[in-house]
């Protein structure tokens, strides 16, 4: 069900299949965890010249590192620093294409060139962020923010009502 050449339609389709994809991966499973874990899975199978995707999650007034496929991350942002902590606050999607120019930008991976974040939005309350950096510069572009927009959605459908 996931080897790669069955991403063979235009951009915008191969992340419709993705989304599929979770949605079948994540069918009667209710724990937050085990979702998170395999939405980075899926996700970092599926994208290519990324080098880190996973999720941060609302803790207090910070965002703490949640499930992820990458190197070794920062562990707590406070809400409202960096790209992940700004996206939380703003509750928006924030898409970076040269994250050095991106004010207070928190380098946890050095290879990290650009980077988009998505909200995790559960009920009008923030969960957290799905983050996702690339060692290029310019690597994401509006389809991506929109189709990364209708993973989450699915992901955030297939949550408890309490997370």
Excluded at 37 to 50: G, T
Excluded at 147 to 158: C, D, Q, S, T, Y
Aim: charged content about 20%; aromatic content about 8%; overall charge negative.
């Amino acid at each position: 069900m996931f080897q790669s050449q069955a991403y063979t339609g235009t951009k915008k389709e191969n992340y419709q299949l993705v989304a599929k994809q979770l949605s079948a991966l994540i069918e009667g499973e209710k724990n937050m965890i085990a979702n998170l874990s395999n939405a980075a899975a899926l996700l970092s199978y599926f994208l290519d010249q990324v080098n880190w995707v996973g999720f941060y999650l609302v803790d207090g007034d910070e965002l703490i590192l949640g499930p992820f496929q990458g190197l070794p991350a920062c562990v707590r942002i406070p809400i409202g620093k960096g790209v992940c902590g700004t996206a939380a606050l703003r509750r928006t999607t924030i898409n970076v294409a040269d994250v050095h120019q991106f004010p207070g930008h928190i380098a946890c991976d050095a290879a990290s060139q650009s980077e988009i974040v998505i909200p995790l939005v559960k009920e009008d309350k923030i969960i957290g962020v799905l983050d996702i950096d690339s060692p290029i510069k310019n690597r994401f572009d509006d389809t991506d923010a929109q189709m990364l927009e209708v993973f989450v959605k699915v992901l955030m459908n297939g949550l408890e009502e309490d997370c």
